[in-house]
């Protein structure tokens, strides 16, 4: 597993899992490389709230900018879980279905 560039700036609504080095908001299970990305990708604000009610704003906007201070960071971080779906869709790649034909 590859190793996390180190954080650069702390944030207190932020924590890094002692077993990865993936940073998730304090007291959830939601990775802060979610919001992110979903952020970059247009997602606003509200939208991630309503997703996610029992963030409250302050949790939402300190992951947030957590993810603008710590770029490297946040940039392995999803680059990492790319390459492990990668991974796990050549250990498990689809089923091929046998068309059959139709009974009319």
Excluded: C
Excluded at 24 to 47: D, M, N, P, Q, Y
Excluded at 62 to 71: E, I, S
């Amino acid at each position: 597993m590859a190793v996390l560039p180190p954080v650069r700036i702390p944030h207190p609504h932020v924590e890094i899992k002692t077993d990865d080095g993936a940073p998730f908001v304090r007291g959830t299970r939601i990775a802060v490389r979610r919001l992110f990305a979903w952020h970059k990708g247009g997602a606003s604000a509200e939208t991630l709230l309503r997703r996610y009610p029992s963030l409250g704003p302050a949790r939402l906007f300190d992951a947030l900018a957590f993810a603008y201070d710590n770029p490297e960071l946040l940039e392995a971080d999803i680059a990492r879980e790319r390459t492990m779906l990668k991974e796990a869709d050549l250990e498990n790649p689809p089923i091929p279905m046998k068309q059959e034909k139709l009974p009319f």
